[in-house]
Nanobody, 123 residues
């Protein structure tokens, strides 16, 4: 059974940092591309960042480029999202997702999803 469990969300002041983690129970974690998505209240889910199977290739939404960093540890079956210089508009539920190695920012290309962790940025 595939399971993705996010952690690390919470309340943080604007300008500060937060690191999200996603631990994945899946056979051959290093065979999967990973992504982070987010969904703010009343909005559609949007892509945040993605990372290749090996971790050698990363890509980001323009809104977070330069502030967020995605990484993975294949020995720990974990993917991370380091979020710096947080803004009010980063407030959302953050989801990690796995796909079959496709480099994609589209949610429909991801096969497995976590339950999400809430990030609230306050002024």
């Amino acid at each position: 059974q595939v399971q993705l469990v996010e952690s690390g969300g919470g309340l943080v002041q604007a300008g500060n940092s937060l690191r999200l983690s996603c631990t994945v129970s899946i056979y051959r974690f290093n065979a999967y591309g990973m992504g982070w998505f987010r969904q703010a209240a009343g909005k559609e889910r949007e892509f945040v960042a993605g990372i290749s199977r090996s971790g050698g290739d990363t890509y980001y939404a323009d809104s977070v480029k330069g502030r967020f960093t995605i990484s993975r540890d294949n020995n720990k079956n974990t993917v991370y999202l380091q979020m710096n210089s947080l803004k009010l508009e980063d407030t959302a539920v953050y989801y990690c997702a796995a796909n079959n190695g496709v480099k994609s920012s589209l949610a429909r290309h991801y096969n497995y999803w976590g339950q999400g962790t809430r990030v609230t940025v306050s002024s």
